[in-house]
């Protein structure tokens, strides 16, 4: 691991590799998830080019004026489609907006999408690499799936069609002290589990077992994967949503915008989130109530700000 905060594995082994493989994959993500919840992946089949294109796209439409932009944001969207103005989320624990905007895009059979008159590509790009987000992260999830003892294909149905995003964020420079606000306060993700690829500056840090916080610097053509809270929950904790957060640059760098590209991926409402009977033991008694998943974004959106 040298000096990186987090390891890294090769997603290829498992699509392509032979059994021994696959297994050797299966243990490394597992054990990723379940003593740090952040990995780095390799091979990941997500297009180099359709991300670098999404993310000049992604630059276009946040470098438009602040009345064009505030016409892309839906009423009553929770922010779950189009654009989230400056200052409107924050985290859970905290009543300070963050320092950020951001962009949705999400199933169309769900909720309709909102297209960028001003950047005609910025549709067509997110939604394209929407779908590869999607495929990776299902591969990945097949991974988890046996790592849990668990049918192989057990998550492909309760994701298909179910409620992921991918967020283009814009944190801006910062122009003045900001009042205890850093770009992203310190958060779990929501979902089952998150795919970002490297962002345009260094800021991501997270918090290990002995409290201290440690940068993320992904390595050219690497994503980072981490576990979010509803899979933290399925598996009673037996997997880790580590905490983590965006945090300011030095202030000589003030100057520099910082974007980056989550893909969060959700099941559908539907899906139940009772933790599997196979993760409660006595070591590791049940810690949650049984929810959907529906349920659980609804009561975390209202946390954090999103949806009144």
């Keep these: 691991m040298s000096n990186r905060a987090i390891p890294v594995v090769d997603l290829s082994k498992f699509v392509k590799g032979d059994k021994a493989s696959r297994q050797d994959f299966v243990k490394e993500l597992g054990e990723a998830f379940r003593n740090i919840g952040f990995v780095g992946v390799s091979n990941h089949g997500v297009p180099r080019q ?90 990945l999830l097949r991974a988890i799936a046996l790592y849990l003892g668990l049918e192989e294909h057990y998550f492909d149905s309760k994701i298909e069609e179910g409620n992921s995003i991918l967020r283009a964020i814009h944190y801006p420079p910062i122009t003045r002290e900001p009042e205890s606000a850093i770009r992203a306060e310190q958060h779990e993700d929501i979902n089952l589990i998150t795919l970002l690829v490297g962002a345009s500056a260094g800021g991501l840090q997270i918090l290990n077992h002995e409290n201290k916080w440690l940068p993320v610097i992904p390595e050219k053509d690497e994503i980072v994967i981490n576990v979010g809270d509803m899979l933290q929950r399925l598996t009673n904790n037996f997997l880790k949503s580590t905490t983590h957060r965006v945090v300011n640059p030095p202030r000589e760098e003030w100057h520099v915008p910082r974007l980056s590209i989550p893909f969060f991926l959700h099941p559908k409402p539907d899906m139940d989130l009772t933790c599997l009977e196979s993760c409660v033991t006595e070591d590791r008694p049940l810690a949650y109530d049984p929810i959907t998943a529906g349920d659980y974004l609804d009561e975390r959106l209202r946390e954090i700000g999103l949806k009144k």
Excluded at 124 to 136: H, M, P, R, Y
């Design 50 to 139: 359709l991300i670098s294109d999404f993310y000049k796209a992604s630059k276009a439409f946040f470098a438009l004026p602040v009345d064009l932009k505030g016409k892309y944001e839906i009423e009553g969207a929770a922010g779950q489609r189009g654009y989230t103005s400056f200052g409107k989320e924050h985290a859970k624990q905290s009543e300070v907006a963050d320092l950020k905007e951001f962009f949705q895009i999400g199933q169309e059979s769900r909720m309709k999408n909102v297209d960028v008159l001003e950047v005609p590509s910025f549709m067509d790009l997110g939604i394209k690499l929407f779908k590869s987000f999607e495929a990776t992260g299902a591969a």
